[in-house]
């Protein structure tokens, strides 16, 4: 028995066993929907409306046959479909050129740079979101997906992904296919398993050792990809079971390990990968994050697309401002808008040390903040924040803030001697450096120490792509940065237990955030 299922916008119809759930029916007719807790109820992000039901989860719902499903804008994972950028034309030369394809590998999305190898200016920049949200939105959840199933799934998922982009990428300039000559990736561990086919499930057991630290280059056909020259692959090396490739070419593209100034880099992300040294030494570690800095498991939570919020003001009167990306409709809260209002509203006494609501409004049904009115939404829904997602942000930047004391502590620095503070990733430069201080996620530096660096992790790869000795640099600083497991740390937990007030329990430790809010004067 099978049911018909029609899926709108795009009036698409899938036929499924009876008996399936509707994310079974999404995920089987490729159409755009994120499922962040791999179909466990748990997140709430795979909303769906039925005419007779209303709102329902599709991964706890079960098909009927004729059943007509709408997916609203806040359950899709972003754009699936490549969007692109030209830079650049196609040179002069273009019947003998010679493109490479750099790409940063991420958890939720793909960044990606075509690249004229012959003179090393970047053509086209294009990114999209990854499809293998469909199956988690955490990399634990992939994993775990890959030992009840296989690699195949999360392996065509890159596929399809990388195919689409390369091939939208060299189509927008008017190039042949057959001039794609090499590719570059960097992602982290876990990504560049999945990609290789590679059993992931020694990332996550004790003690955390990948199976192949540094993958081969190899022939793109060995790994799926259909490209008529067969270009080969490289992906960067990976330093350990948490702190993949993508930190490695970060390190690589910020010359961290060639300065003489003690920095600290921190790629904030799921994994919360965090690097501290200098050209005589290097520690890594990763904190696990979570996905708040995604935009994930918040009740308006979103990845940074247009429409998203990325950005809040305290204004006069004491109510919050917003901006949206590219400055169209609201739909969504992303990582930056969320550490923003989290941010202002202790500025202005809402929240208390201990990141609680004050006063708190009735949002959904829960205690919590409208920040944007119904009306003003892009689907008439209203956006806020309710207590639950203020506590998994204190669970996020406390982890990551641990992870830096922790490395500090390891290797007997402090604050006082960084240099450098480098934020790398997806960020860009909408975070701004006082509301992450003053929520207590990176350490009390002057701001003029602190730089925003973009998305290294693709800079690195393009380096890589171009230079064969930026390959060789790779490997000696994935070969000599030392892996810290923060969960043998002996203080950690006890550092993340401290980090889990605004900004700290030790005040001590942010002299320039503390004092500054209505909260603490209050509570004086």
């Excluded at 079960?62 to 806040?74: A, H, K, L, N, R």
């Excluded at 009840?148 to 799934?153: C, P």
């Excluded at 004790?206 to 270009?231: E, Q, Y």
């Excluded at 000696?476 to 980090?499: C, H, K, T, V, W």
Aim: proline content about 5%; glycine content about 10%.
């Amino acid at each position: 028995m099978t049911a018909r299922v029609r899926f709108q916008p795009e009036n698409r119809i899938v036929e499924v066993p009876s008996g399936a759930s509707i994310a079974d029916a999404a995920r089987s007719g490729d159409l755009a929907m994120g499922f962040p807790c791999a179909g466990t109820g748990t997140c709430g992000r795979c909303r769906v409306i039925l005419a007779d039901r209303g709102s329902v989860l599709a991964c706890q719902t079960q098909v009927e046959d004729g059943m007509s499903v709408e997916i609203p804008v806040t359950s899709r994972p972003g754009d699936l479909e490549p969007s692109v950028v030209v830079s650049s034309g196609c040179p002069e030369t273009c019947d003998d050129a010679r493109y490479g394809f750099a790409l940063d590998l991420g958890t939720s999305t793909l960044a990606a740079e075509l690249v004229d190898l012959d003179d090393g200016q970047v053509l086209v920049r294009a990114g999209c979101a990854n499809s293998q949200v469909a199956f988690g939105s955490e990399v634990t959840r992939r994993i775990e997906h890959v030992e009840a199933h296989g690699s195949e799934d999360l392996a065509q998922a890159i596929q399809r992904d990388m195919t689409a982009l390369a091939r939208s990428m060299i189509d927008a300039i008017g190039a042949s296919q057959k001039d794609l000559q090499a590719i570059a990736v960097a992602g982290n561990t876990a990504m560049e398993h999945f990609l290789y086919r590679y059993d992931p499930s020694s990332i996550r057991q004790a003690p955390h050792v990948p199976l192949v630290p540094a993958p081969p280059s190899i022939a793109s056909s060995k790994l799926g990809l259909s490209f008529p020259a067969d270009p080969q692959v490289y992906a960067m090396p990976c330093i350990g079971g948490w702190v993949g490739g993508d930190i490695t070419s970060g390190i690589l593209a910020t010359g961290i390990h060639q300065a003489d100034t003690l920095t600290l880099f921190v790629d904030l992300g799921t994994n919360g990968e965090i690097v501290l040294g200098n050209r005589d030494w290097m520690m890594t570690c990763a904190a696990s994050a979570g996905p708040a800095f995604e935009g994930c498991g918040m009740v308006c939570g979103c990845g940074a697309r247009p429409g998203a919020i990325d950005r809040t003001t305290l204004l006069a009167n004491g109510e919050l401002g917003w901006q949206t990306i590219r400055g169209q409709a609201p739909h969504g809260i992303c990582g930056t808008g969320l550490i923003s209002l989290a941010a202002n509203l202790f500025r202005a006494g809402r929240i208390d040390r201990a990141g609680q609501l004050r006063n708190p409004e009735n949002y959904r049904g829960e205690p919590g903040v409208v920040l944007v009115p119904a009306e003003q939404t892009a689907d008439q829904r209203a956006i806020g924040l309710v207590q639950r997602d203020l506590d998994e942000l204190l669970r996020a930047k406390a982890a990551v803030f641990a992870g830096i004391q922790s490395l500090l502590e390891a290797s007997g620095v402090g604050v006082s001697d960084l240099g450098r503070l480098v934020l790398a990733g997806g960020f860009g430069n909408v975070l701004q450096p006082r509301d992450a201080i003053a929520v207590g996620l990176i350490p009390d530096l002057p701001i003029d120490r602190i730089e925003f660096a973009g998305n290294t992790s693709l800079q690195g790869a393009r380096l890589a792509l171009l230079d064969a000795s930026a390959k060789e640099e790779a490997t000696r600083i994935a070969g000599s940065a030392l892996y810290m497991e923060l969960i043998d740390q002996p203080n950690y937990f006890e550092a993340f237990s401290a980090a889990q007030f605004l900004p700290h329990t030790d005040l001590s430790l942010f002299p320039n955030a503390s004092g500054s809010s209505q909260a603490e004067r209050s509570s004086e």
